[in-house]
């Protein structure tokens, strides 16, 4: 059973950076991709991009192509989404999800909350 | 980017009644070298992420009961609950993974009436 522990909680001003991480465990490493999405209150789940474990090759939404940057740690099988210069409209819940074309396994989510 | 709407936005249907949930794509999901329909559908309660109901269209995820059925072809989609149990009060989604990106219904709430 695949298990993906996101980070905790953060509140950012406008125009800062996050970094949001996702510990994975419970399958065979490099056999997904990961995805990640976020969700705003009432809508519906929005996708930021993917990475490959194993090359860690990106693909990135259009939307997000100049702010949003995804890392991979293949020793401690973590992966991290970056978000710089943030907006208001940028506080969501973002999830990593495994990519097995339809998402089945999420992380917890993490809420990152951005205000002056 | 493929826009999935939904109908309706909300619905509530008594304890034991048929719940009948549509999406609609902006383009075929139907993907005409395998003939399957790229698409699946999620429900989501409050403070948890989606969970995976149906994917293919109508293939049902491993331990979903089988009052949950997805159907369609093409552009039009129906996820209906046979008999509405207490626990289905949630937050229903569609998603296409037919070409990227994968988008997202609106979501359609379903309430116990």
């Known amino acids: 059973q695949a298990l993906l522990v996101q980070s905790g909680p953060e509140v950012k001003k406008p125009g800062a950076s996050v970094t949001v991480s996702c510990k994975t465990s419970?399958?065979?490493?490099?056999?997904?991709?990961i995805n990640w999405l976020r969700q705003a209150t009432g809508q519906g789940p929005e996708w930021l991009g993917w990475?490959?474990?194993?090359?860690?090759?990106?693909g990135y939404a259009q939307k997000f192509q100049d702010r949003v940057t995804m890392t991979r740690d293949t020793s401690t099988r973590t992966f991290y989404l970056e978000l710089s210069s943030l907006r208001s409209d940028d506080t969501a819940v973002y999830y990593c999800v495994l990519d097995k074309s339809w998402f089945d396994s999420w992380g917890q989510g993490t809420l990152v909350t951005v205000s002056s | 980017d493929i826009v999935l709407t939904q109908s309706p936005d909300s619905l509530a249907v008594s304890l034991g009644e048929r719940a009948t949930i549509n999406c609609r794509s902006s383009q075929s999901v139907l993907h005409s070298a395998n003939n399957k329909n790229y698409l699946a559908w999620y429900q989501q309660k409050p403070g948890q992420p989606p969970k995976l109901l149906i994917y293919w269209a109508s293939t049902r995820e491993s331990g979903v009961p089988d009052r949950f059925t997805g159907s369609g072809s093409g552009t039009d989609f129906t996820l209906t609950i046979s008999t509405l149990q207490a626990e289905d009060v949630a937050v229903y989604y569609c998603q296409q993974y037919h070409t990227n990106p994968p988008t997202f219904g609106q979501g359609t709430r379903l309430d116990n009436k």
């Open positions: 419970g399958y065979t490493f490099g056999s997904f991709d």
């Open positions: 990475m490959n474990p194993n090359n860690g090759h990106t």
